[in-house]
């Protein structure tokens, strides 16, 4: 029997096994699909997926595959100036294609140890009190059933497992659809790019533009929701809607991938039913605006990683695993709530257009912009972690140690207490949180403890006020 079985082998479900291997738990991640997906749904990597990256040592390989967009704030299309000294050391988007994405991030569960076995596709599940057993379309090396200690739904929108599970996804139903896909174009860039920008003045979900390789990425509104979103466009189909929207279809042709999505937005009751767990789309799915997806997906796994983890070593305290539900689903109801917002905000309708202007004034003011880029950018998060100093339950950015920074003492995804005081000890969880003593460290406290995932579980300078701390998130001490 395994430890931990991943059904999902997208970016959520191998940032998890990733995280899940830096402890030894051992993994199998299960993936239906034979070869990756080439298609590109996400575009890029928000400021705290950036942050995860960085505090795991994988930003570099990241940045040398995609592109530094500073500067720049976007809420339902509307662009504005970044707000000056947000709380990061990334204060950028990082455009990356998500087959990159996906392909950086299987290396990295597979150089870690993660078992991937793509072309298996789960069909069935039943668990115990000791286990998850789990069914497979087709026998092979591995047998018809698979079990293990836990199962993690990490497959998507439609999850095979939240459904067997009977976890009620509610919600509404999709009312906009649009067609993408990458293709060739024969109409010049100058002409093409006049022809776009006109188009966007009226309807923001419309856009042609270079996807590499001599391809464009087109995005057209779709003529109607269909029944089943899963069977791809007809190039047809995209070629009249570009002519509906554009007057002119710019000569598409040779597509690489045509597929349809929508703005359907649905949420999981709960993010864990006995031991099996939810992350990613197989939670909540909602419109792309704001591009928070994947981006949330990734932060759902580091949220788990560790907490399934410390159960499966042997440490955990007692409700740490009921806190990914408590903590990540409020986070996912957020998200939303804001898609639904700027979906709101970008209706032609005369209505949403007045409340469009007016949000536009709004955002002039840079409270109002810090607010709307903190949250989609997820680094406003603050998990309530009950009554304390104000760093308490948020997530510390990158800072400046006497010798080196933060994030680079987080690699190996332990807890870890910042000392400026060197008073201060771990002594009884030494085997599961770091320490450094650093009197130079850019902290505003004495000291703080951060969670393996970087939120503040406490600030001070008292000893037996840490130790109630690391007891409260990483168990009984060693003694």
């Not at 592109?67 to 720049?72: A, L």
């Not at 771990?426 to 650093?438: E, F, I, K, P």
């Not at 004495?446 to 001070?460: E, F, I, S, T």
Request: aromatic content about 6%; glycine content about 12%; charged content about 25%.
């Amino acid at each position: 029997m395994t430890d931990v079985i991943i059904a999902g082998g997208g970016p959520t479900g191998m940032m998890l096994a990733a995280e899940l291997r830096l402890h030894d738990v051992d993994v199998l991640v299960l993936e239906k699909e034979v070869e990756p997906n080439e298609q590109v749904r996400s575009l890029g990597l928000h400021v705290r997926s950036i942050e995860i990256l960085d505090q795991r040592g994988l930003l570099e390989r990241f940045l040398e595959q995609g592109t530094q967009y500073p500067g720049g704030g976007r809420f339902a299309g509307i662009d504005k100036p970044w707000p000056e000294h947000l709380d990061t050391a990334h204060a950028y988007i990082l455009g990356i294609p998500q087959p990159v994405t996906d392909r950086l991030l299987a290396e990295h569960a597979a150089e870690l140890g993660a078992d991937i076995r793509r072309g298996c596709e789960l069909v069935g599940l039943s668990q115990d009190a000791d286990g998850v057993t789990v069914e497979l379309a087709e026998a092979g090396s591995l047998g018809k059933q698979v079990r293990a200690r836990y199962l993690v739904g990490c497959d998507g929108g439609r999850s095979t497992v939240r459904k067997l599970l009977g976890v009620g996804f509610p919600g509404e139903p999709a009312k906009v659809e649009w067609l993408r896909g990458e293709m060739e174009v024969i109409t010049p860039p100058e002409e093409l790019s006049a022809i776009v920008a006109e188009v966007r003045k009226t309807h923001k979900g419309f856009g042609v533009g270079p996807a590499g390789n001599g391809l464009y990425g087109v995005v057209v509104p779709a003529e109607s929701v269909t029944e089943d979103s899963t069977v791809p466009p007809t190039l047809e189909e995209v070629e009249r809607q570009l002519r509906a929207f554009a007057g002119t279809d710019f000569g598409v042709h040779s597509p690489r991938w045509l597929s349809r999505f929508g703005d359907a937005t649905r949420q999981a009751e709960r993010y864990r039913a006995g031991r099996v767990f939810l992350a990613g789309d197989a939670a909540h799915v909602h419109p792309p605006l704001g591009g928070q997806g994947l981006n949330l997906g990734i932060q759902d796994a580091f949220n788990l990683g560790w907490k399934l983890a410390a159960e499966i070593n042997g440490w955990a305290p007692v409700d740490l695993l009921d806190s990914y539900h408590s903590e990540r689903h409020p986070v996912g109801a957020d998200v939303l709530n804001n898609t639904r917002a700027q979906s709101e905000l970008m209706s032609t309708e005369p209505g949403p257009q007045a409340v469009r202007r007016l949000v536009t004034e709004l955002m002039d003011f840079e409270v109002v912009s810090r607010y709307l880029m903190e949250k989609v950018t997820a680094i406003g998060i603050r998990y309530d972690f009950g009554d304390g100093h104000e760093l308490l339950g948020k997530r510390l950015r990158d800072i400046g140690l006497g010798s080196g920074r933060l994030y680079e003492q987080m690699h190996h995804g332990r807890g870890l207490l910042l000392d400026r005081t060197g008073r201060l000890s771990v002594d009884g969880w030494a085997d599961r949180v770091d320490s450094v003593a650093d009197a130079d460290a850019e902290l505003g406290v004495p000291a703080v403890l951060l969670r393996p995932d970087g939120h503040v579980a406490w600030a001070g300078d008292d000893q037996a006020g840490l130790d109630k701390q690391l007891s409260r998130w990483f168990g009984a001490p060693v003694s």
